[in-house]
């Protein structure tokens, strides 16, 4: 039977994380309202540690909030932003539990092999390698217990935090971000769901050669246990470490390109988690894909959206990025909020016009973006502020995570040749057609 969230699990949990967002509410308020100097750092490596104990939702949207420019204090996301897949693994008892309750107490006759230590442990849930009776090799991901207690909690204590943080800056506000986040984090809790974007995901991949993503085995899954093909990919960081030639740099960031902008260019589908844990690498440059619990589907117009105002940018024409805002759900733009989201607009959208081989970013200040994330937030708050649209969160969120990654690759590539090949011969109502047909196929609800 399916874990139900309750008042007592949320109460613990609130109570273990509120000292910790009540802490970075205390301190930005003394500072921005009474001058009241803090050691912000020390405070935000702190909460780093508290939120990767806890291992729940709190860490993921930390990690989500750290790619989304000024949603938190720079000290913040410059810790937040090392939260990735390391948390605590739970020990042997807890699995014996857990895979009784979901497959039943012979659940262990139904494997040749099943690794008692986790290979992974994330968020919400820890990966186990195991091997069915037939040979396949594969992993068990299982979600940790009281996870809908959790994250009720945290989404409570999220949404007081960003209460606090808007009372003090309003050049962003926050109600769509929070709904979305909302809405994306209770699914994530739904391993069938998962299953099902899986399916979506390998559909709409089964053509790019250079990215792999594992296939769910049914009887083997439920809500809380996600049993898939195993990868054998590599972390990038290790492989960074090796310093890799150009050529495979090159590789993995094309592969990564197309991983995310295949299925959103041709289906209106966005994988809407792009950190490091997310994806392996293999020795041919090519990439595992993993992790499908937050993705994002979008209506075709909203994809539309996207290749107008890069039409817009490069042809500098005010008019078709009014409409292309307006297209997403931006209201009240008047004509200096437009020049000031046409300075964020150029910055993502530069490398796309620029036909030629090059870095995703001219410099190499790993700081730049977040100096034109500052530039744009101070007209912002001259301006009035804007509400971004709930759809606009993931796309935003993949297009910095990802461009932070192709920095770290130091890829040098035609980002304008790859990105015009997948937009080249756009038909809104093909895309409809071929989002209806995937998601139906692979059995994916569309929400949001």
């Known amino acids: 039977m399916a874990e139900s969230s309750n008042l007592f699990g949320e109460i613990r949990r609130f109570a273990k994380t509120s000292g910790a967002v009540g802490g970075i509410a205390a301190r930005v308020a003394g500072e921005r309202m009474f001058g009241i100097k803090t050691d912000r750092a020390a405070h935000a490596e702190d909460l780093k540690t508290i939120l990767g104990g806890l291992k729940g ?28 897949s390391n948390a605590p693994a739970m020990g042997w008892a807890f699995v014996r539990r857990r895979m009784g309750s979901e497959l039943g107490p012979d659940w262990q006759s139904r494997f040749r092999s099943f690794a008692q230590t986790a290979s992974a442990a994330a968020s919400l849930g820890q ?34 935090a960003m209460a606090v943080y808007h009372r003090m800056d309003k050049a962003i506000q926050h109600e769509e971000i929070y709904k979305e986040l909302t809405e994306r984090l209770r699914e994530e809790l739904d391993y069938t769901r998962e299953a099902a974007q899986m399916r979506l995901y390998g559909a709409m991949l089964a ?19 996600l049993t898939m093909t195993w990868l054998d990919g590599r972390s990038l960081m290790s492989r960074l470490a090796e310093d890799p030639d150009q050529d495979e740099r090159n590789a993995i960031a094309k592969a990564l390109f197309r991983a995310w902008y295949v299925p959103f260019y041709r289906f209106g589908v966005i994988h809407g988690d792009p950190h490091m844990g997310n994806y392996r690498v ?11 619990g937050s993705i994002r589907v979008f209506d075709a117009s909203f994809v539309r959206g996207v290749i107008d105002l890069f039409e817009a940018v490069r042809d500098n024409d005010e008019a078709k990025a009014h409409h292309a805002y307006s297209t997403w759900g931006f209201t009240d733009l008047s004509k200096e909020k437009m020049a000031v989201l046409g300075l964020w607009a150029r910055f993502l959208y530069e490398p796309l016009i620029d036909d030629r081989v090059r870095p995703i970013q001219e410099t190499d200040d790993p700081q730049f973006g ?46 304008s040749r790859m990105f015009h090949e997948l937009i080249e011969d756009f038909d809104s109502a093909v895309l409809a057609q071929r989002q209806a047909a995937a998601l139906a196929a692979a059995g994916v609800p569309k929400a949001g």
């Open 127 to 160: 990966v186990h390698r195991a091997c069915l009776p037939d040979g396949t090799d594969v992993a068990c991901k299982l979600q940790y217990p009281d996870m809908p207690s959790t994250v009720e909690a945290d989404l409570r204590q999220l949404k007081l």
């Open 57 to 84: 939702p709190l860490m993921k949207v930390a990690q989500f909030l750290s790619t989304v420019p000024d949603a938190l204090p720079a000290e913040y996301a410059l810790e937040l932003a090392e939260l990735q």
């Open 282 to 292: 293999r020795p041919d440059g090519s990439v595992d894909l993993l992790d499908f």
């Open 370 to 415: 977040r100096a034109v994330a500052e530039q744009v937030h101070a007209g912002l708050k001259r301006t009035g502020g804007v509400k971004p649209p709930r759809e606009f969160v993931l796309m935003d969120r993949s297009a910095i995570g990802l461009g932070g990654v192709f920095l770290r690759l130091k890829a040098r590539i035609n980002w």
């Open 207 to 225: 053509d790019v050669a250079e990215v792999h993503v594992p296939t769910p085995v049914p009887d083997y899954c439920s809500g809380r246990l």
